[in-house]
C-alpha cells in the first residue's frame, strides 16, 4: 500500500471516529436515560473542536460533491444505473441467480 | 488447453466463487485452497450452538469436501497460500509453484486484536473457525464466569447464548448504548434490556485496559471501570479485511483497507476478481466504500466473482445492507442508515415513527413492531430504517432495504398494501403506520412554516 493511500485511510478512520463521536454525544442529549457516557479517547483534540464543526458547517451536497471530487466515492460503479422512483424491472436473464448479466448472453 | 481459475479461501464468498465458475464454464478447472479442515459450515450458528439452542456442531455443516469434489473442484485443504505472483501467474504454496490463468481472493477477514497488555493469554477466544469454537464448548462446561468484549453484534450474540448455558457474563464495550456503532439508542435500548433479562451484566461506556493472568491464562479482564474476573473472556472488535497476500502483490486497497473491486469485482490487477470480507463495495446512498458484511454479501459477491471469471458478464449492485439479529428473545434490524450515522456523516433526514402489532392484536402471541423511516427532506425518499420487535423484523428489514434501493418514498408506504390475517398479520401494517406518521408530521411543519 503505498504511504498516500495510507493516509487516506488513515485520514477516513479518523475522521468518522469522531464524526461519529460526536453524534453519539447528539443522541446522548436527546436520550439521557437510555445511554451513558462513552469511554473517551485520549488526546483527538483537533479532530473533536476542529475538524468535527467544520465538517458540519458544510452542506451535504457540497460534503458530497467533495467527496466524489476526492476520489473517496467508490469508481467502476455505475452510479444512478436506477434512478430514484424508477419502477422496479427483472434484471435480464439472471436465470442461475449469479447476479444480472449486463450483457445478453453470448 | 483448459483454463485453470483459482480459489483462494473456502468461506462463503469462496464456496460461491469456485461453484458458479465451474457451473458456467464445466471446462474450467478449477481449484480451491482453503487453510481451514473444513469448508462450507454455517460460522453464524457457532454462538448458538454455544447457548445450546442449536443441539451441535455438525447441524451448522451445510455440504461436505467430497461433494465439492463430485462437483468437479479440486479441493486443497489445509493449504496455505503464501505468496502471488501476478507476472508470473503463479502462486505459493507448501514451496510448491501453482499456475493459473484466472484468480479470485476471497481470504476473508482477520479479528481485530487488542492492542492491551496480556493480550495474548490462554482463555481468550475468537469466533471465527469451528474446529476452534467445538474445543471451546468443551471448554465451557467448566466456565463459570465469561467477559464479552466488544459492542457489534457477535458479541450480543455471545453473551446470549453464555447466559442461556448459566454461564455469568459482563458485556463490555466503550460505546455509550449497545450496539452504538450500528444502532440509535432508542432502538438499542430494548435490545439491552432483553439480553439484561438473560442475566447479562452489559457495562457501557467501559474501556478495555488488560488482561490479568494466572498461571499463564486469563483470570481477570482489567476495565477503565475496574477489574472482571472470569475464566474466559470473548474478542469481538471489528472485522479486518485479510488483504495481506493482495496487498503483496500490489492490488490496489481502498479507503477501508479493503481490496478496489469493480461492479464486477474486478480488482485492479488483469483478470483477479475479489469477493466478500476482503473487498469493500459502496454504499448505495452515498456511494461512499464499505467493508464488513454479511455472509449473504460475501456469498453474492462470491458468485458474481465466479461467474465472470468464468467468461459470463455478471454484474452486482452498491449495497443497501439490510442487517438484523437477536438480542435475547428480542429482534432489532434494519438497513442502510439510522440516525447517529446520518447525523455523523451530516446527511439532512426526516423521521418517521410507529408502533404496531406483528399479528391481529387478539391473536396470542401478537408482539409490538417500533419502525422508524427516516427520509430525504423534501422528496420523502426512503433512506434507512431502524425496527425492533418480537417477530417479523427481518422480513420487513428486507422488504425496507428492497424498496429504499428501488426509490420508494413515504407515500409510497403510507398507501403500501398488506396482508391482514390475524395469526400472521394485522389490519395496519407497521411500516404503514410509521409512514402515515410521517406525513403526518410533515403536514403540520409545512401548516407552521406558512
Given at each position: 500500500?503505498?504511504?498516500?493511500?495510507?493516509?487516506?485511510?488513515?485520514?477516513?478512520?479518523?475522521?468518522e471516529?469522531?464524526?461519529?463521536?460526536?453524534?453519539?454525544?447528539?443522541?446522548?442529549?436527546?436520550?439521557?436515560?437510555?445511554?451513558?457516557?462513552?469511554?473517551?479517547?485520549?488526546?483527538?483534540?483537533?479532530?473533536?473542536?476542529?475538524?468535527?464543526?467544520?465538517?458540519?458547517?458544510?452542506?451535504?451536497?457540497?460534503?458530497?460533491?467533495?467527496?466524489?471530487?476526492?476520489?473517496?466515492?467508490?469508481?467502476?460503479?455505475?452510479?444512478?444505473?436506477?434512478?430514484?422512483?424508477e419502477?422496479?424491472?427483472p434484471?435480464?436473464?439472471?436465470?442461475?441467480?449469479?447476479?444480472?448479466?449486463?450483457?445478453?448472453?453470448? | 488447453?483448459?483454463?485453470?481459475?483459482?480459489?483462494?479461501?473456502?468461506?462463503?464468498?469462496?464456496t460461491?466463487?469456485?461453484?458458479?465458475?465451474?457451473?458456467?464454464?464445466?471446462?474450467?478447472?478449477?481449484?480451491?485452497?482453503?487453510?481451514?479442515?473444513?469448508?462450507?459450515?454455517?460460522?453464524?450458528?457457532?454462538?448458538?450452538?454455544?447457548?445450546?439452542?442449536?443441539?451441535?456442531?455438525?447441524?451448522?455443516?451445510?455440504?461436505?469436501?467430497?461433494?465439492?469434489?463430485?462437483?468437479?473442484?479440486?479441493?486443497?485443504?489445509?493449504?496455505?497460500?503464501?505468496?502471488?505472483?501476478?507476472?508470473?501467474?503463479?502462486?505459493?504454496?507448501?514451496?510448491?509453484?501453482?499456475?493459473?490463468?484466472?484468480?479470485?481472493?476471497?481470504?476473508?477477514?482477520?479479528?481485530?486484536?487488542?492492542?492491551?497488555p496480556?493480550?495474548?493469554?490462554?482463555?481468550?477466544?475468537?469466533?471465527?473457525?469451528?474446529?476452534?469454537?467445538?474445543?471451546?464448548?468443551?471448554?465451557?462446561?467448566s466456565?463459570?464466569?465469561?467477559?464479552?468484549?466488544?459492542?457489534?453484534?457477535?458479541?450480543?450474540?455471545?453473551?446470549?447464548?453464555?447466559?442461556?448455558?448459566?454461564?455469568?457474563?459482563?458485556?463490555?464495550?466503550?460505546?455509550?448504548?449497545?450496539?452504538?456503532?450500528?444502532?440509535?439508542?432508542?432502538?438499542?435500548?430494548?435490545?439491552?434490556?432483553?439480553?439484561?433479562?438473560?442475566?447479562?451484566?452489559?457495562?457501557?461506556?467501559?474501556?478495555?485496559?488488560?488482561?490479568?493472568?494466572?498461571?499463564?491464562?486469563?483470570?481477570?479482564?482489567?476495565?477503565?471501570?475496574?477489574?472482571?474476573?472470569?475464566?474466559?473472556?470473548?474478542?469481538?472488535?471489528?472485522?479486518?479485511?485479510?488483504?495481506?497476500?493482495?496487498?503483496?502483490?500490489?492490488?490496489?486497497?481502498?479507503?477501508?483497507?479493503?481490496?478496489v473491486v469493480?461492479?464486477?469485482?474486478?480488482?485492479?490487477?488483469?483478470g483477479?476478481?475479489?469477493?466478500?470480507?476482503?473487498?469493500?463495495?459502496?454504499?448505495?446512498?452515498?456511494?461512499?466504500?464499505?467493508?464488513?458484511?454479511?455472509?449473504?454479501?460475501?456469498?453474492?459477491?462470491?458468485?458474481?466473482?465466479?461467474?465472470?471469471?468464468?467468461?459470463?458478464?455478471?454484474s452486482?449492485?452498491?449495497?443497501?445492507?439490510?442487517?438484523?439479529?437477536?438480542?435475547?428473545?428480542?429482534?432489532?434490524?434494519?438497513?442502510?442508515?439510522?440516525?447517529?450515522?446520518?447525523?455523523?456523516?451530516?446527511?439532512?433526514?426526516?423521521?418517521?415513527?410507529?408502533?404496531?402489532?406483528?399479528?391481529?392484536?387478539?391473536?396470542?402471541?401478537?408482539?409490538?413492531?417500533?419502525?422508524?423511516?427516516?427520509?430525504?427532506?423534501?422528496?420523502?425518499?426512503?433512506?434507512?430504517?431502524?425496527?425492533?420487535?418480537?417477530?417479523?423484523?427481518?422480513?420487513?428489514?428486507?422488504?425496507?432495504?428492497?424498496?429504499?434501493?428501488?426509490?420508494?418514498?413515504?407515500?409510497?408506504?403510507?398507501?403500501?398494501?398488506?396482508?391482514?390475517?390475524?395469526?400472521?398479520?394485522?389490519?395496519?401494517?407497521?411500516i404503514?403506520?410509521?409512514?402515515?406518521?410521517?406525513?403526518?408530521?410533515?403536514?403540520?411543519?409545512?401548516?407552521?412554516?406558512?
Open positions: 500500500m503505498s504511504a498516500a493511500a495510507k493516509r487516506q485511510q488513515q485520514l477516513r478512520e479518523r475522521s471516529y469522531y464524526l461519529r463521536l460526536a453524534a453519539m454525544e447528539d443522541q446522548r442529549r436527546r436520550h439521557p436515560g437510555a445511554t451513558t457516557r462513552p469511554a473517551l479517547p485520549r488526546g483527538g483534540l483537533f479532530w473533536r473542536f476542529v475538524f468535527v464543526p467544520l465538517y458540519r458547517r458544510v452542506p451535504w451536497h457540497v460534503k458530497e460533491r467533495a467527496m466524489h471530487a476526492l476520489g473517496m466515492t467508490a469508481s467502476g460503479w455505475p452510479e444512478g444505473r436506477r434512478s430514484f422512483g419502477p422496479w424491472r434484471p435480464p436473464a439472471a436465470g442461475d441467480g449469479a447476479g444480472p448479466r449486463t450483457t445478453p448472453p453470448p | 488447453m483448459t483454463e485453470r481459475v483459482l480459489v483462494i479461501g473456502g468461506g462463503g464468498a469462496g460461491a466463487a469456485s461453484t458458479i465458475a465451474k457451473r458456467v464454464n464445466p471446462d474450467l478447472q478449477v481449484t480451491v485452497f482453503t487453510e481451514f479442515e473444513d469448508i462450507a459450515y454455517s460460522p453464524c450458528g457457532i454462538p448458538y450452538v454455544h447457548g445450546r439452542e442449536i443441539p451441535q456442531f455438525e447441524d451448522l455443516f451445510l455440504s461436505t469436501v467430497e461433494r465439492y469434489v463430485e462437483e468437479g473442484l479440486d479441493m486443497r485443504m489445509e493449504t496455505v497460500i503464501t505468496d502471488i505472483d501476478l507476472d508470473r501467474r503463479t502462486v505459493t504454496a507448501r514451496n510448491m509453484h501453482e499456475g493459473f490463468d484466472k484468480l479470485i481472493l476471497c481470504t476473508g477477514f482477520v479479528w481485530e486484536q487488542p492492542d492491551v496480556g493480550a495474548n493469554l490462554e482463555g481468550l477466544h475468537y469466533v471465527k473457525n469451528i474446529r476452534r469454537a467445538m474445543e471451546f464448548d468443551k471448554e465451557l462446561d466456565v463459570k464466569k465469561a467477559v464479552v468484549i466488544g459492542g457489534m453484534w457477535l458479541g450480543v450474540e455471545m453473551s446470549g447464548g453464555f447466559a442461556r448455558r448459566g454461564i455469568e457474563v459482563d458485556f463490555i464495550d466503550e460505546g455509550p448504548w449497545l450496539l452504538s456503532e450500528l444502532a440509535d439508542p432508542d432502538v438499542a435500548e430494548a435490545a439491552q434490556e432483553a439480553l439484561e433479562k438473560l442475566g447479562v451484566r452489559v457495562r457501557m461506556g467501559t474501556r478495555l485496559e488488560g488482561f490479568e493472568e494466572a498461571d499463564g491464562r486469563v483470570r481477570a479482564v482489567n476495565t477503565s471501570e475496574g477489574e472482571l474476573p472470569c475464566d474466559v473472556a470473548v474478542i469481538c472488535l471489528h472485522k479486518l479485511p485479510n488483504t495481506a497476500l493482495a496487498e503483496a502483490a500490489g492490488i490496489k486497497l481502498g479507503t477501508t483497507g479493503g481490496i469493480d461492479d464486477h469485482m474486478r480488482t485492479s490487477a488483469d483477479v476478481w475479489a469477493a466478500g470480507d476482503v473487498i469493500e463495495v459502496p454504499h448505495g446512498l452515498s456511494m461512499l466504500p464499505i467493508r464488513g458484511l454479511t455472509g449473504s454479501h460475501a456469498y453474492s459477491q462470491g458468485r458474481v466473482a465466479g461467474a465472470n471469471a468464468a467468461g459470463d458478464d455478471r452486482y449492485d452498491p449495497v443497501w445492507i439490510p442487517w438484523g439479529f437477536m438480542s435475547g428473545d428480542y429482534t432489532i434490524g434494519g438497513f442502510s442508515i439510522g440516525e447517529t450515522l446520518a447525523d455523523a456523516m451530516g446527511i439532512p433526514y426526516v423521521v418517521a415513527r410507529g408502533v404496531g402489532v406483528s399479528r391481529a392484536r387478539y391473536f396470542p402471541g401478537a408482539a409490538k413492531t417500533h419502525v422508524k423511516l427516516l427520509a430525504e427532506p423534501g422528496s420523502l425518499r426512503l433512506i434507512g430504517a431502524q425496527l425492533h420487535g418480537g417477530e417479523g423484523i427481518k422480513e420487513r428489514c428486507d422488504f425496507l432495504a428492497f424498496v429504499g434501493k428501488r426509490g420508494a418514498t413515504l407515500h409510497d408506504l403510507a398507501w403500501m398494501e398488506n396482508i391482514y390475517s390475524p395469526p400472521i398479520g394485522a389490519l395496519f401494517e407497521p404503514q403506520i410509521a409512514a402515515q406518521n410521517g406525513l403526518a408530521e410533515q403536514r403540520e411543519r409545512e401548516k407552521v412554516a406558512t
